[in-house]
């Protein structure tokens, strides 16, 4: 049985398709309201809100679930893939650090 699961953050969100415990699509968008797949400094002007990022990916969700023919009882935020997306960032933003102090 196929599920949809969304999450967003500050930089962007992740709307994944689940079926029988795994990944089998999975959409990104970074959070520039220019171009979808950009990531920008969540503080600069052309950075889109997080609360704006979640209704898009919920959108996003709920178009894939039309697409694919699945209920949209089973499209759901997911806090389990926010999390992950948000140690994904730290992870990044430590390398950045790393890289550039070397």
Same mark, same amino acid.
Request: net charge negative; charged share 25%; proline share 0%.
């Given at each position: 049985m196929k599920t949809i699961i969304f999450a967003a953050t500050r930089h962007g969100y992740s709307v994944q398709m689940i079926d029988s415990?795994?990944?089998v699509y999975e959409? *990104?968008?970074g959070n520039c309201q220019t171009e979808s797949q950009a990531v920008l400094n969540p503080d600069s002007p052309g950075a889109v809100s997080r609360s704006q990022l979640r209704r898009w990916a919920k959108t996003t969700a709920d178009q894939i679930a039309n697409e694919w023919r699945i209920p949209l009882n089973r499209v759901e935020y997911d806090p389990d893939l926010e999390a992950?997306? /948000?140690q994904? /960032? *730290?992870t990044r933003k430590s390398l950045d650090h790393a890289i550039h102090t070397v």
């Open positions: 415990g795994d990944v959409y *990104t968008a992950q997306l /948000e994904c /960032e *730290t």
